[in-house]
């Protein structure tokens, strides 16, 4: 595959980064020829460990097509971290924008320029207890409407228990020697949605699309059937608070009842 548009910082960053990985950790990849060779184009990656940028990184960087990762506008005026973010080709994410599509412009200019920008659509670590994919938010699905680029899902798997996610502390255990799994999918079909407009159901409807694929080589790399429906933030917290209240409920209860018994001796 080629290997334009690389570029000096991309190629430094590597060879300071890939050596450790490549002495440190096996690796079990496949689905490489799924990464287009050409033309610009979306990954959809799960989240489950704060080394997982770094493998799934490594993985397409040794396809020819490097990820253009999502930050935050502000680091990009950081010093030196700022330096190799613009220099690697990064792409701003600009959340203070009143418009949603607008927040989004670089990546939608990169991809039209042929590059690959690299999406985690949970937006953050999956908070799921057995670290299966979260319900997705909707910006990669937004950029994929606005340019109709291929959506290549990517699961990734082993990173985790190297570094395990809110683990108290961020130690790496490097032994035994991990496995880091990564695995990228055909394209999500997502033509039946190109002549829509970008309503928030629409949008809905193609992130869980999306997140349904990625979840489905997920579940062929870990070799178990994923859950029938996607851990959500909002279900989580409800349940929570719900618990909290049965707690205080008996809690008053058993006050009462002690009130009670205490008032009829």
């Not at 005026?77 to 599509?101: C, K, M, W």
């Not at 108290?168 to 990564?182: A, E, N, S």
């Amino acid at each position: 595959m080629s290997r334009h548009r690389i570029g000096f910082w991309y190629r430094f960053t590597a060879v300071l980064a890939k050596p450790p990985l490549v002495v440190l950790f096996k690796r079990e990849w496949r689905g490489m020829e799924h990464i287009p060779a050409d033309g610009g184009f979306i990954t959809a990656i799960n989240h489950n460990s704060y080394l997982d940028p770094l493998s799934y990184a490594h993985f397409q960087y040794n396809t020819g097509r490097v990820p253009r990762f999502l930050a935050k506008a502000g680091l990009f005026r950081n010093g030196f971290i700022g330096t190799l973010l613009r220099g690697t080709g990064q792409i701003p994410v600009y959340r203070e924008s009143t418009d949603a599509a607008n927040a989004f412009r670089a990546a939608v200019d990169a991809i039209n320029k042929g590059e690959c920008v690299a999406f985690y659509p949970e937006g953050t670590l999956t908070r799921d207890p057995d670290l299966w994919p979260m319900e997705g938010k909707t910006g990669a699905a937004r950029v994929a409407l606005l340019t109709k680029a291929p959506v290549i899902p990517v699961a990734q798997w082993g990173a985790h228990e190297a570094m395990p996610p809110y683990a108290k502390q961020k130690k790496v255990r490097l032994f035994p020697r991990k496995t880091l799994r990564v695995m990228a999918g055909p394209p999500v079909d997502l033509s039946e949605f190109h002549d829509k407009e970008p309503t928030a159901e629409v949008l809905r409807a193609v992130t869980e699309k999306i997140m349904a694929a990625i979840t489905e080589l997920l579940a062929e790399l870990r070799d178990e059937p994923a859950p029938a429906e996607p851990y959500t933030l909002k279900k989580a917290r409800a349940a929570a608070a719900a618990r909290r209240r049965a707690g205080a409920d008996r809690e008053k209860t058993d006050h009462e009842k002690a009130d009670h018994e205490e008032g009829a001796k």
